[in-house]
Nanobody
Framework: VQLQASGGGLVQPGGSLRLSCAASASIFSFNSMGWFRQAPGKERDFVAA????????HYSDSVQGRFTISRDNAKNTVYLQMNTLKPEDTAVYYC????????????????WGQGTQVTVSS
């Protein structure tokens, strides 16, 4: 299965973006799907994750209340709605998926998208 992330771009502080991650096959088999981000010179950090049904989500403290993860199993797509963006949200965002129940560690995820750049700057 291939994952294709899109929707990144340049946005001013306080603005919004919605990232999409489209899979080349059904995502119903993925118990967990998530988003991670990596800023230059830093490690890849957990952002958000969602379970198979979409009924259970969790977020990093830094994005809680501002970002919302969702998934549409019929469209084989997971989304990340990002509101009230801050300069510190600038990073390459990666979507990830796994067949097992996973949490916030990147090594729990088997499949990765190629990343999409998000830049928050005035």
């Amino acid at each position: 299965v291939q994952l294709q992330a899109s929707g990144g771009g340049l946005v001013q502080p306080g603005g919004s973006l919605r990232l999409s991650c489209a899979a080349s096959a059904s995502i119903f088999s993925f118990n967990s799907m998530g988003w991670f981000r990596q800023a230059p010179g830093k490690e890849r950090d957990f952002v958000a994750a969602i379970n198979r049904s979409g009924g259970l989500t969790h977020y990093s403290d830094s994005v809680q209340g501002r970002f919302t993860i969702s998934r549409d199993n019929a469209k084989n797509t997971v989304y990340l709605q990002m509101n009230t963006l801050k300069p510190e949200d600038t990073a390459v965002y990666y979507c990830a998926a796994t067949a097992v129940v996973a949490g916030n560690r990147f090594d729990e995820y088997e499949y990765w998208g190629q990343g999409t750049q998000v830049t928050v700057s005035s």
